[in-house]
């Protein structure tokens, strides 16, 4: 199982990865939408965190694109916004977290497990 994180923040991005590194996980970080597309689909054991206000296509265009795979992986979406703003960006897309930042370790790790 692999991680892959699509976060334009690169603090955020390398902190999420070293905790997931640091409990065995496999984790590879996209700074944008388009780097995880150029990157190739995720397998559908993995698990995929993207960040809802991502420059250029947005964390919901990454989520509709996994979404439209034939065997999508687990989605995780983060985001700083507000929850009115979340609210209409996740209307209508099926994802097994939404977590707010800041992030904590215990959130992003029962995120993960679960």
């Known amino acids: 199982m692999a991680i892959r994180i699509v976060e334009d923040d690169h603090a955020v991005a390398d902190a999420m990865a070293y905790l997931l590194r640091l409990q065995g996980f496999e984790a590879f970080t996209h700074a944008s939408a388009e780097a995880f597309f150029a990157a190739g ?42 929850q009115s703003v979340i609210s209409r960006q996740l209307r209508d897309l099926r994802v097994k977290k939404m977590l707010r930042k800041p992030l904590t370790r215990d959130a992003v790790l029962e995120a993960i497990v679960r």
């Open 41 to 82: 689909p995720p397998c559908p054991e993995d698990a995929l965190i993207v960040d809802l206000a991502l420059p250029g296509i947005d964390g919901a265009g990454v989520v509709r694109w996994v979404q439209a795979m034939s065997s999508p992986p687990d989605i995780i979406v983060v985001s700083a916004q507000s």
